[in-house]
């Protein structure tokens, strides 16, 4: 499928998303949101991909909402927010692994986006936060809810209310990214890190992803129970199989997702 706003670039088993309107900041409109629903539904639909990375093209990750939109909010507010939970929930709803290498900055709904990725890389020059406080608002794609879930309330409450970013190195800290990296090196680190989950059993990977996800809305006992439930499912996979024989052998494991 042709895209505008968005690169769709496969490469193996992995797709790459380039969020493409680097004269924007990459910054969200509707057109892009509904590109990214797309492309999320086209990656679900081919069952030989098995991770996604998402970026943006030029210096910034995704600056958030487009400016040039957002004085629609005055007369249609709906439309906007639309914009933000549009692309949230194309993103959360990937089934294989996602993985955000985040160029630049990552404000409002571009950090929502991010937020929506199972692993967040950074680079030394990133800049993430939600300035909507600033603007009378406050973020309308699932921020206010997956942020505190990574960081914790304290973090998220603090980033919300001041409406100030954070550099990469504080990001790491605070354990919204997982690693920091140079600027030149961000695209071959989040190449490695993909390449590490394509190797691993894709079954295994996306049960692996839906435990800890629906986990975090269930009590201990409830998640305890879906984690024995999947355990028990991959239990009869050929990929499980394999996994034994290429331990025993002393070799990496040749997984079909079967």
Not at 67 to 76: T, V, Y
Not at 111 to 117: K, N, S, T
Not at 154 to 169: C, H, Q, S, V, Y
Not at 179 to 205: T, W
């Amino acid at each position: 499928m042709p895209y505008t706003n968005l690169v769709y670039d496969k490469r193996e088993q992995t797709v790459w998303l380039t969020l493409n309107r680097p004269h924007q900041g990459n910054a969200l409109n509707l057109d892009l949101a509904n590109e990214l629903r797309d492309a999320c539904r086209e990656i679900n639909e081919d069952e030989d991909v098995r991770a996604v990375v998402v970026t943006g093209a030029g210096a910034s990750f995704c600056s958030g909402l487009d400016p040039e939109d957002l004085s629609s909010m005055i007369s249609d507010p709906v439309k906007q927010a639309n914009a933000a939970s549009i692309a949230a929930a194309a993103l959360a709803s990937v089934n294989c692994a996602a993985i955000a290498a985040i160029n630049g900055d990552a404000l409002g709904a571009g950090l929502e986006l991010a937020l929506c990725c199972d692993i967040r890389i950074a680079s030394g020059n990133a800049s993430l936060g939600f300035p909507e406080t600033a603007y009378g608002l406050i973020p309308g794609g699932g921020g206010t809810q997956r942020l505190s879930r990574i960081v914790g309330k304290g973090k998220a409450t603090e980033m919300l209310l001041t409406a100030d970013p954070i550099e990469a190195g504080e990001a790491y800290r605070v354990g919204l990214v997982s690693s920091v990296v140079a600027e030149g090196d961000l695209m071959d680190e989040a190449e490695a890190v993909a390449g590490r989950i394509v190797s691993r059993a894709p079954i295994a990977v996306a049960y692996g992803k839906e435990a800890v996800n629906k986990g975090m809305d269930m009590t201990l006992a409830q998640g305890l129970r879906l984690e024995a439930d999947l355990s028990f499912l991959l239990q009869s996979t050929a990929d499980r199989a394999e996994g034994i024989r290429a331990f025993i052998e002393k070799r990496s494991g040749q997984f079909k997702g079967e």
